[in-house]
Each structure stands twice: as C-alpha cells, then as structure tokens.
C-alpha cells in the first residue's frame, strides 16, 4: 500500500500554489452551556462554523458541574467528548474546566433577549450582565473572597455550605473568575480595595451620574430612599405625586425611577403607563405594600421592571437599585446574525417544599434532594466527599431514596415521567455503598424501576445483587421525624396493601423536573410551541426540531433526558442546524482562504529559551528575590533571556511581554506565572503574533507555592519555583518543532442497512453534498417500518417510509444498492475500502472516508408461554399487523392478555428492549378505542413508560383493565435483538457488546462512535429505540461523519506517536497496546505505520516498546528525563 | 539530611490528576512542599524506566496517579499503570528501593482534597521510611 500519509511544510506555502481549503461560512447561536450545549457548539465548531455559545449562569456546564459521577463507570468522562482529529484547535484538558476551541466564542452570564429575522439569516441581541469583576484582569486568587464580610447559601453545593458575596460559581472552572452575587454584596467595598490585579470595579464613582427619580407621597419614604442611595453614591431626585413626576421627566432625563403604587391623584400604574409611552428607555420599579402585590404584578405586565415590598429597609431597595445600576449602564449588548439557533436551556428541578411537602423537605434537614447528595457525595462538597448527615455532621449508616418526587404525580400536573431519576438513584446507592465501604444500608422506594436505557438493566442488578442495594416496590405515604436526634420515620404501603414503618438516617428524594425559570419567554422571543407540559415541542419523529425552522432544541429543554440521550439530541440539533445554513447558502458555497499561520522553521537551531517570570501582582516578588532568581537562571544552560514582567495575566502584562519579544531571537517561550489554563487561547494568538510553533510555548505555575497558607519560606518557596521552572525549561528544549501531521480524506461515505436509521443519516449526509453509498441486503429500503403502523402519539410510520425512500432514491447523491451484502472492509479513517456482493453475485469495491452502520435488529422470537402452539398467542408486532389488515378484530374480543419482558431482562438476554412498553400502550389504548368494552390485561415487571410516554400509560390505566382470566388473544412482548452483528464487526474491526449490540466507544459522551475512528453506529444496531430515537441517532452518527467528510485534509493533533524504523524489531506489541486501531503492520513495507489521525497521543505504544523505538512527541525519553533531571536538581 | 523535607516525584495524567492537582492549588488545600509534578498524557505511558530514573536521582518517592478505573481518557492506559506498576514493587528492591518508595493511586478531576491528602500521607510514610538511599550513598 502506498504511504499516504503528507506532512505540510513549513511555513506552508500550499496558498502559493493556490491550493484552498473549504471552509464553512455562518455562524450559530447556542443558549445554554450544560452538556448539550456543549457538545452542539463543539459539533458545527468542528464543521468549521462561527458558534457563539451562551449561558445566563456565570460558569459553564449546567447541572453537569455538580455532578461529580455518572452511571455505569460511576466516574467522569465529559473530556472524551473534545475533538478526536483536529485537536489542537481545542483545549486539552479536563471538560469540567472549561471549554475552548478556536471556533467558539463563550458569553457567560449572558441571556438572549431578542430575535428577528428569518431561519438562515436571524439577528439576534445578546445581553451581557457585568458582574463586577473585569474577568481580563482577575486572577483567581480568592483574596477578595478570603476579606469578604457576607456568608450566604452556596448554590454550588445546593446550599449546604456558605460562600462570601463574591464568589467562584464552580471551584474549578476556567475562567475562574470571581463573581459578585449582588443581592447579597454589602458594597462594603472590602474586596476592591484588596484585589492585587485591580479587577473588581463596583463604579462607585460613576454612580453620581446615574439619575433616580423616587415617586411617593410619603415624606419619610421619600427622605429614606434619598439619604440611604446618596449614600452609596446615586444622584437622586424625589416628586411627591404622580403629576410633579411626569412634570420632572418631562424636564430631565433620569435612568430609574423608583414609583410607589398608592397615591392620590395620579396613581402609580398611571404614571408608569405614561412614562413608559413617552420614555420607553426609562427602567421603573414600583414600590408596594401587600395590599398591592397583584397590581404590582400586573405593572409588571404593562413595563416595570420589578417591585419592591414596603416597608423597607435599606438592605432591600439599594441592592435592587446596585444591580439595575449595574444592568443598565454596565451591561454589555451585542447584536450579531446567525443562521441557526440551538435552544439547549436544560431544565430545573422540582422544589419538594412546594405545596403539599409531604416528605418534609426543609423541615428536617436530613431530607434531602438527589442533587444535594450529589454534592454530599463530591470531592468538593460540604464533607469532601465523607457521608455526613448535614443535620448534625453524623455518619449516615441507612439511607431511603424516594422515587417521583414531582414527576408521575397528577397532584403535581406532572403526568410525565422524569426518565433519569431511577439510574441517578441507583447510582448514588452505589456510591453511598462504596463509600462507606458497604457499611450503609441502602434502599430505594420506587413505584416502576424504569433502566430502558443499553446495560441500565445489568447495573440495576449488580446493584441489588453484588451490592446489596435493598429494592422496595411500594407507595410512600409519608415522611415524618422519628425522634428528637433527627431520624426519620418513612410510612409506605406494598403491593399486598399492607402498610409498614421503618426508620432512617437520612431520606434523598429522587425530585423530578420542570422547565427552567424563563421558558415561556424563550418560547415566545424565539416564536416556538411548548407542549402541553411547558417544556419545547417538537415536530413528529424529530428529537431536536422545533415549531419553527432554524430553531432548534437539544438537551433537556425538550424534556429530561440522560447525558447519552442529551449527547445524541445535541448532535442531531446540530446536524439540523447545518442542513439549514448549508440549504440558505452558507454551507461550502463559498471558499475562503486558507488562514494558516506562518511558523518560523526553527528545527535546525539549539534551543533558545525566553523565561517570562511574573510577578503576579507583587505576591512572588514579596516572597522571593526575583533578581536573585533571574541571575540563576540567566545562567542556565539554553536560556538566552529572562524578563520580570508585572502582572502577565493582564492585557497590559501581556502586551509587555509582546513587545519583550519582538527583538528576541529566542525559538521557545516559557512563561511562569499562574494557571497554565489561562494561558491556552493567549499561547497560540502569541505563537501567530511571533511567528513559533505554539508547542514551542509553554506555561508554568509558579504562583501556586506562594498562596499564603502554606508557609513556606523565602528559600523553600525559591527552590519549588527554581525547580519548576528549570522543569519547564526541561521539557521545552525537547520539544519537537515538526509541523503536525495532515491526511487527505476520502469524502465520499458508506451507510451500511436501509432501515430508517441508515436512510436518515444517507439523507443527512448527502444533504451536504457528499456521495453516500447506501447498502441493503434486503429487497426494499425500510427495515422494521414496514411492520408499524401507528405510534404512541399518533404519527404513521407509513408516511415516513414512503417519504424516507422516496426521497433517498431521488437523491443525486445517494447510491442505493439493494440485495447487496458487505463481504470485507480494510482502511483507516479518511481511506476505506470495502468490497460488497451485488445481487447478481458482482463484487464491487467502494472507496469511503466514513463508514455508518445501521443494521438494525428485530422482533425477539420465542418458544415461551406455548408461543406457536395456538393462533390465539401473538407477538406484539402480530398483533399490530393483525388489526392494521383487518385478520385481527377487536370488537370481537373481550378480553386481551398481555405478556411483557418476554424473554427479556433476565439472563441471557438481560437488557430492556425500551420500545415494548409503548408497543403494548399503543395497541391497548388502539383496541379500547375500537371496542370500548374490551378488557385489557398487562402483565409487566416495571411499566417502562419513560418521558412523556407516562401520559399514555395513565391514559391506559384510566381506560380501566381487570384481570380475568382466560383470555381470548395472548400478546407477547418479546424485546428486540440485534441483527446480523457478528460478521460485520469482524469485516469493519469494532466491537460488540454481550447482547450483540455495537459497542460504543463511550456510552455517555460518545455514544455514536465506534473506538475505531471514522465507523459510527446508528439506530437499533446501538441498542434498542423507538423510531424517533432511531432517527435521532442516525442524526447524530452523520453529524460526526460529516466532522471528517467536510476536509479534503485533515490535522491530526500535535502530540502523536511515531515509529523509529531502524530500533524497531517488528514485535509488534505496541499494535496491541494501541486501544485506538492507529497502529498496523504494513507488509509491502514491512514496517510498523501509524495512522495520525486514529493516534490520540496516549503514549501506551511508547511505554510497552522494547527499543524504545516506538516514541510519543513532546514525550520522548530524553525529554523525560531531562524534566525528572531538572525537577531534582540541586539535590543531595 | 534528616532535616530535609522528602522530594516526591508525582507523574500525573493530563486529565483527571492534574486538575485534581490543580483544584487542591486553587481551593488552597495545604498540602507538603517539595512535590515535582510531571504531567503525563496518560498513566499508561509511564515508562517504568521513568520510575526508575527519579528514584536512582534522588526522589524519595514516585508517585503516579491518573484517571479512576473505568474512565481513563485512553479506554485503558490506567489498566496498563496498574500492571506495570504491580511489577515495578517486584523489581524495585533489586535496585535497592523499598517498594513503598513508588505509589499509585487513582484522582479524580474533581477530588483537590483527595490529592492534598495523598501527598500528605505518602510524606508521613516516606518521613518513617527515611531518606533515599542514594541520597545517604551519595553524602557518604
């Protein structure tokens, strides 16, 4: 085979030669910055486009942040979501610190207030809240923090801990700047003046220019409000009635006016109502006693911006007044156009101390909700993660979950069911088990254990069996103390009737969801439905559209949905988002300019470093003696200059340092100053600036050694920063300056089974102008959809089917080969070959960059409960045909016995099918709308009627049912098995699971991809869905192909590994070492070769070489050792 | 040389320990002078020649942390770590290093405390064990 692997050359003149590179044109909005938001925005990132991401909240992640562990590692994992090829236009480290590529722009406490347009072209505002702290200028040091006077409920650590009025939202976000929590901040003025970088600003001075007009008839009030914002600096003016105001505004412009309800005369809701016609830029906030409450809210209605309840005291109106102040002259707005919108707003959670509290939250503090002891449980929680009860700090020994707290409770109107409480329940009963090493006792109380989820059903039952997870199906009645040490008594009644007591140490409640706070506004701004329970609607058999075109939905928005679910409706609502802006012309159409900087070929030359040392505001040149320090290191081997520079992190540091460098000759930077994650965007912008491969510059943290507190002194802080340093030194001189390696792409695609799955990722794929070979072994396009009828909600899977197949043989772009069959595959990323039989027994051989596979699966079939000894026993899929051709007559049935889990959820096939539940609803609810009288009788283990499905279920079970026994049809949900896995993971090197389904490489953060770069998996082949889950899937699998399609060339990342062939002995264990498939042997060459684009820079291949031929770059052996060398210099 | 604090040699993985490392830095947990992190990409490239190295340069300890079992962002480089690390304690006293010299242990992202803790307790068991001896060869 021939090597087809190129390395650009630098500096790249591939411009020169007027070679482009495509590039996509447009730009997206993506609201909200939780899971899916970040992984739409990382998605059109890395097909080129402009996002710019927003979150209303200071920090970045959403709920993700608080939640330390996710089922089934019961660990992390958020960074296998970063981009696998390309990768150095992303961070490199920890997702939970922060996100950062080259194509996303991050607005924090940012909110959407208005859009215009048309889908392809919208012109969105964007509003910045300013939160006191120039987030260029604050370092993170927590100083403002430390001296603050406020100690208020951390939201954080859902209020069981305190924090200071300013604040770290998340402990380790980047940016980690500190933020000022308004309604709490004294104004004290503590901070500002303690901030060594000048960062907080709370712009008292200004405030004399802010104007505020006080309306009451009330002298005192009057008088009040005018002393006590004087005093914090406002300009105020009063009028005594609603006419001296309009009078005064007529006169003068004012910023706020502060407007009392009551009045003789002219009344508040009057002047408002004037003044708003007349000065629609004026902010009003009315002043009410109770009496008034409702009007105050209905002015609120008609253009106030708030009320303020009197009487008051000066703690209540000046905040108030502090953060208009701030939002009206400190607010930054930003108008831009963006051809789609992603809406991924998340969700809130159920707050159990609303009505009815049966449970007793906030009474007892040893009732708790699940994200509270998400927290009790974190590293960076109330106890460090110790098992406390937050009561009276007692180690907790027996431990209740409550399931439904808020979600399948009419009582609540929520008729839905929150679908991730079960396996997030569980989860924590683990935790809690493991934690306490098997010493607390812990048992879930739950009505429908509901694990439809690929593998939910196994870690249920390690769960109950391997852990000793106590699993009690039952009613609870209620919760109430027990004694006066604050046990609580749980009173519950089982599925006999009978009821029972038991006692607990603490009580977690599984609390459901609602749609987050601003939803109907988001709603109505942006011109989408909401459905019937107020979260967005969405169109049939879509996951991420909306009412609305170009607006789109991913995450929990749309309802709640786990972190794999949000994963996928993420990808497909971005997949949606680039079909439009490729439809309107802003896809490929237009072909920029390649933009790649221009780096100094420095490979030849001996290391020359350039030390930049921060002072970091005083505190290291307090504690060390800096020119001391600079001599030693002038002295050093490779170092050829050595700068103090005030204060790096600031844009003046900054530019200091530029201009430093601009004489220098050196050819590496090394930077010593605070957090090294700061620095990422800044070292490649300073690498383009000067000229030097980005890997040529490095930062490390020297600040970190003199925090106080650790009390080290003058020499010992010396000799940490002096070893740091010299490491850094160390590691940079090794470093590699080669450019980083490219391979040219193949961009034509395969999508193997023409079920709804493959023809929808076919459709998206070819959509976007790539050629999509589209395989069937069957005679027709359509899989399973020629079996479905009807859905749950109504939909005709008929329709989609004629629709689906008509408009994939239409597609220019789209082969379709029917009665063909895969018979081997070989390639890499980029560059597939594969062969296929034909119907007429031709072999063909397709070149392809990506491969898709979607082989579906079908009806289990089975020998139990005397299946095939009567006409009167059906599977589900029967039955459905059976009423749809008229065989199967429902009026002539009285009674109809159904058999769920058939053969499922018990060993060997120990996994729920997801979709049998609906099937089972479905043609029950179908048949007693047909003949009312019918009685129909479900047995079942858990009702899986997940999301929104619950509605149906309670519709079911409203239909009324009795059991009576015999039965004239007995149905039997038999589940779903895989289709023909076995020989196409072994044609296509992937994986598969124990059931037969496709092994994802990931199944939280990558549950599309296989671990072989470049072969994605779509619809049942995954495991198990519903149609429209199918859909979303195959969305999701072509978003990811279409990330390596869209290149003619494509960048592998800077870390990579290579052979040195002349140690290498071809022994061949670094191919099995590679959990990537990048490494093979090449037999025309007889060597080992590397697919750098499959290469994800473990180093594992390096590591298990004998000869150490096989190396990692930016890791070799000698650099290595040189850093070990320089981090114990000095010592003996 | 009693008097001086032990070196300890920490190879950490780019993405759960080195923020972890990082996290206890910021949430200013205190924790023992004279760590010398070395961030890997991974455990799983952790040549034992590394181990090995630090301690024949003095270190007092090695300490090599990453990612919890099961998440490792290379599938499976702790898994490696693990077994590597199990035969290194076989081979270390050969070289004249008590095997409690090399420790490895698994930090999350989100567990600052758990790595502040972990170099605390290494200190107090590297203080019983004294000084490296090459440190003792090297005075004499």
């Known amino acids: 085979m021939k090597r087809i692997i190129n390395y650009h050359v630098h500096p790249v003149i591939l411009s020169k030669k007027g070679r482009y590179m495509k590039k996509k044109i447009g730009s997206c909005l993506v609201v909200g910055a939780g899971i899916s938001g970040i992984r739409s925005a990382l998605d059109l990132a890395e097909l080129g486009y402009q996002v710019t991401l927003i979150d209303k909240e200071p920090n970045l992640g959403g709920t993700l942040m608080q939640l330390d562990y996710q089922f089934p590692s019961d660990h992390c994992g958020m960074c296998k979501m970063l981009p696998l090829v390309e990768r150095d236009k992303a961070s490199q480290y920890c997702l939970r610190k922060g996100v950062f590529h080259e194509n996303i722009d991050i607005m924090l406490s940012t909110e959407l207030v208005a859009l215009d347009g048309e889908p392809g072209k919208f012109q969105v505002t964007l509003r910045q809240k300013s939160r006191f702290v120039d987030p260029e200028r604050c370092i993170g040091c927590g100083e403002c923090s430390r001296v603050c006077p406020v100690e208020v409920p951390d939201g954080f650590n859902a209020g069981l801990t305190l924090r200071k009025a300013i604040y770290l939202p998340v402990p380790h976000n980047i940016p980690n700047t500190y933020t000022v929590d308004v309604t709490s901040c004294t104004q004290c003025g503590e901070c500002e003046k303690i901030c060594p970088s000048g960062a907080i600003d709370f712009g008292v001075e200004a405030r004399s220019r802010f104007r505020i007009l006080v309306v009451d008839d009330e002298l005192v009030v009057r008088d009040s409000l005018k002393e006590w914002l004087e005093d914090d600096g406002f300009h105020v003016e009063m009028a005594e009635s609603g006419t001296e105001a309009l009078d005064m505004l007529a006169k003068d412009s004012f910023h706020l006016m502060l407007l009392d309800i009551k009045m003789p005369g002219v009344d508040g809701v009057e002047v408002l109502k004037r003044a708003k016609d007349l000065y629609p830029e004026l902010t009003v906030v009315m002043m009410t006693a109770y009496a008034t409450v409702e009007t105050a809210v209905e002015a609120m209605k008609i253009g106030a911006h708030d009320y303020v309840m009197k009487p008051f005291a000066p703690d209540t109106p000046v905040p108030v007044v502090a953060q208009l102040y701030q939002d009206i002259l400190r607010t930054g707005e930003r108008l831009m156009d963006v051809g789609a919108v992603i809406l991924s707003a998340g969700f809130d959670s159920f707050q159990p101390d609303e009505d009815n509290n049966i449970f007793g939250y906030g009474v007892s503090p040893n009732v708790v909700t699940s994200i509270e002891f998400e927290r009790i449980i974190s590293g960076t929680g109330p106890n460090q993660g110790k098992i406390l009860r937050p009561g009276d700090g007692k180690e907790v020994r027996k431990i209740a979950w409550l399931q439904c707290v808020g979600s399948r409770d009419m009582q609540e109107d929520a008729d839905f069911c929150s679908s991730v409480c079960c396996m997030f329940a569980i989860k924590e009963a683990l935790l809690a088990k493991e934690r306490s090493d098997n010493q607390a006792d812990a048992t879930i109380f739950y009505m429908d254990m509901r694990t439809f989820g690929k593998d939910f059903q196994r870690y249920r039952d390690r769960a109950e069996k391997d852990y000793g997870v106590r699993f009690v199906r039952c009613r609870v009645h209620t919760v109430s103390p027990a004694d006066e040490e604050g046990n609580l008594k749980i009173v519950y009644v089982d599925q006999s009737g009978e009821t029972h007591e038991e006692i607990f140490d603490l009580v977690v409640l599984s609390t459901g969801q609602r749609p987050p706070v601003g939803t109907e506004k988001l709603a109505e701004m942006c011109g989408v439905e909401l459905n019937p329970w107020g979260f967005c609607k969405l169109q049939d058999f879509s996951l991420s559209r909306t009412s609305r075109e170009g607006i789109l939905v991913s995450g929990s928005f749309s309802g709640l949905c786990d972190i794999s679910d949000s994963v996928i409706q993420a990808s497909s609502a971005s997949l949606w988002a680039s079909r439009l802006i490729h439809s309107k012309g802003g896809g490929l159409a237009e072909e920029t300019e390649t933009k790649e900087a221009q780096f100094r070929d420095v490979g030849s030359e001996p290391p020359q470093v350039f030390l930049a040392l921060c002072t970091c505001g005083g505190t290291i040149g307090e504690a060390v003696d800096l020119n001391a320090l600079t001599e030693s290191f002038k002295n050093t081997e490779s170092v050829a200059e050595v700068q103090v520079i005030e204060r790096i992190c600031t844009q003046e540091g900054w530019d200091d340092l530029q201009e430093a460098m601009r004489n220098s000759n050196a050819n590496r930077v090394l930077i010593a100053a605070c957090n090294p994650y700061v620095y990422a965007k800044k070292v490649r912008e300073l690498g383009e600036r000067i000229g030097l491969n980005p890997s040529l510059i490095d930062v490390v943290d020297i600040w970190t050694p003199a925090f106080p507190g650790r009390d080290l002194n003058g020499n010992q802080l010396t000799r940490e920063i002096s070893a740091t340093v010299a490491m850094g030194i160390a590691r940079l001189k090794g470093m590699d300056p080669c450019p980083i390696p490219t391979a040219r792409i193949i961009q034509k695609a395969l999508v193997v089974g023409g079920g709804i799955a493959g023809m929808t990722a076919a459709l998206s794929i070819a959509h976007h102008g790539f050629d999509v070979t589209l395989v069937e072994q069957a005679e027709e396009l359509g899989g399973n959809l020629h079996y479905l009828y009807r859905t749950l909600e109504g939909y005709s899977p008929q329709e989609l089917l004629e629709d689906a197949v008509l408009k994939v043989e239409d597609h220019p772009n789209i082969n379709v080969y029917k009665n063909t069959k895969v018979i081997g595959s070989e390639g890499q990323v980029g560059r597939f070959v594969t062969a296929v039989e034909r119907a007429d027994g031709s072999v063909e051989t397709l070149e392809h960059g990506v491969t898709v596979l979607a082989t579906g699966g079908q009806e289990a079939k089975t020998a139990e409960y005397a299946y095939g000894e009567s006409g009167a026993i059906l599977t589900q899929h029967e039955l459905e045909k059976g009423l749809q051709d008229g065989t199967l007559d429902p009026t002539k049935f009285r009674t109809v016995a159904m058999i769920q889990c058939v053969g499922s959820r018990e060993e060997p096939r120990n996994y729920c099918s997801r979709v049998c539940c609906s099937s089972t609803l479905k043609n029950s609810l179908y048949m007693k709308e047909k003949n009312p009288d019918l009685q129909v009788c479900v047995f079942y283990r858990d009702m899986m009627s997940y999301g929104f499905i619950e509605t149906y279920y309670t519709k079911a079970r409203n239909a009324g049912r009795e059991i009576t026994i015999p039965a004239d049809v007995l149905v039997l949900g038999t589940g779903i098995v895989p289709g023909n896995y076995k020989e196409l993971a072994d044609q296509f090197g992937v994986d598969f699971n124990e059931d037969g389904f496709f092994q994802e490489a990931e199944s939280k953060w990558r549950p599309v991809d296989f671990i072989k770069e470049g072969i994605f998996m779509c619809g049942i082949a995954h495991s198990p869905r519903s149609i429209t889950e199918s859909i979303a899937s195959a969305e999701a699998s072509a978003q990811r192909a279409l990330r390596i399609l869209n290149n003619e060339r494509l960048a592998a990342g800077s870390i990579v590994a290579e052979v040195r062939h002349s140690l290498c002995v071809l022994c061949e264990r670094c191919i099995a070492a590679c959990p990537y498939h990048a490494r093979r042997y090449d037999k025309a060459e007889d060597k080992i070769v590397v697919d750098e684009l499959m290469c994800q820079g473990c180093g594992s291949c390096a590591a298990v070489c004998l000869n150490s031929a096989s190396v990692l770059r930016g890791y070799r052996d000698q650099q290595v050792f040189e850093v070990i060398d320089a981090a114990l210099e000095g010592l003996g | ?140």
Not at chain 2, 9 to 26: E, I, K, Q, Y
Not at chain 2, 28 to 33: I, K, T
Not at chain 2, 52 to 57: N, S
Not at chain 2, 85 to 109: H, M, Q, S, Y
């Open chain 2, 1 to 140: 040389m009693s008097d001086k604090e032990p070196i300890i040699v920490a190879f950490v993985c780019n993405w759960c320990t080195f923020t972890a490392a990082d996290l206890a830095g910021t949430s200013r947990l205190v924790y023992p002078q004279n760590v010398r992190l070395i961030r890997m990409m991974c455990t799983g490239m952790v040549d034992p020649k590394y181990v090995i190295k630090a301690l024949l340069q003095g270190a007092d300890a090695v300490l090599i942390s990453g990612c919890h079992p099961g998440d490792c962002h290379y599938i499976n480089g702790n898994y490696k770590a693990r077994r590597r690390v199990k035969l290194l304690k076989e081979i270390l006293p050969r070289f004249g290093f008590d095997e409690r010299r090399l420790k490895l242990t698994w930090i999350g992202a989100s567990e600052g405390n758990e790595f502040a803790e972990i170099i605390k307790e290494m200190v107090a068991e590297v203080k019983t064990l004294g000084p490296s001896p090459v440190k003792e060869q090297m005075v004499l």
